[in-house]
């Protein structure tokens, strides 16, 4: 007997965007970088994040873009508000805003 397990997506659209933050080893150039024109690229130590705001579909387009160009990724991890404007506090103490 097959069991099949509620879909959580039941009308088939993809839920809301949301914020991610996407950290791939090492420091990215601007051709690879040209892979992610909705993302924005910042340098943490040796690793490169990929922020941006994207629907389930474009989410899984940049994994299957990340995996097509060879990178490693390190961490996919959905920002909360709070996270995001705890981003935005950050950003603009380091800007002297």
Avoid: C, K, W
């Avoid at 990929?50 to 389930?56: E, M, S, V």
């Amino acid at each position: 007997m097959r069991v099949h397990l509620p879909a959580f997506d039941h009308d088939g659209m993809d839920p809301a965007p949301a914020r991610y933050a996407i950290r791939i080893q090492g420091h990215l150039g601007a051709t690879v970088l040209s892979a992610f024109p909705a993302l924005v690229p910042q340098l943490h130590g040796a690793d490169t994040v990929l922020t941006g705001l994207l629907d389930r579909s474009a989410l899984y387009g940049v994994l299957a873009e990340i995996d097509a160009l060879g990178l490693d990724l390190i961490e996919v991890r959905q920002l909360t508000a709070d996270r995001n404007h705890q981003d935005q506090v950050t950003a603009a103490h380091l800007d002297g805003h």
